[in-house]
């Protein structure tokens, strides 16, 4: 079983850049497109960005487009999200999540099934 383990969260002020790292514990999921998402507090969770297992095709929420990169390292296993000029409303927990089926078509839509325990991230103003 894929189990992605998050990490880089913290507090940044607002404008700044962060970036957070997904590894995998257990199975390597090199051959899983993976996602992040995010909750606010009081607020639903949303999707942000992910990216194919292949790494390349990746999508993003029109809330961070054109300020957030996704990316895979396959030589340390890891996927990693950058978000710049960061706002208060970026403030949430950050989860990563990888696909129920390995080598999924970039054409579909990957079905998150092994999700991480989320971490923080604090944009202060």
């Known amino acids: 079983q894929v189990q992605p383990v998050e990490s880089g969260g913290g507090l940044v002020q607002a404008g700044g850049s962060l970036s957070l790292s997904c590894a995998a514990s257990g199975r390597t999921f090199s051959s899983y497109a993976v996602g992040w998402f995010r909750r606010a507090p009081g607020k639903e969770r949303e999707f942000v960005a992910a990216?194919?297992?292949?790494?390349?095709?990746?999508a993003y929420a029109d809330s961070v487009k054109g300020r957030c990169a996704i990316s895979r390292d396959f030589v340390k296993n890891t996927v990693l999200l950058q978000i710049n000029s960061l706002k208060s409303e970026d403030t949430a927990v950050y989860y990563c999540?990888?696909?129920?089926?390995?080598?999924?078509?970039?054409?579909?839509?990957?079905?998150?099934?092994?999700w991480g325990q989320g971490t923080q991230v604090t944009v202060s103003s």
């Open positions: 999540a990888a696909d129920a089926k390995p080598y999924r078509p970039a054409a579909q839509t990957p079905e998150f099934a092994y």
């Open positions: 990216i194919s297992w292949t790494g390349g095709s990746t």
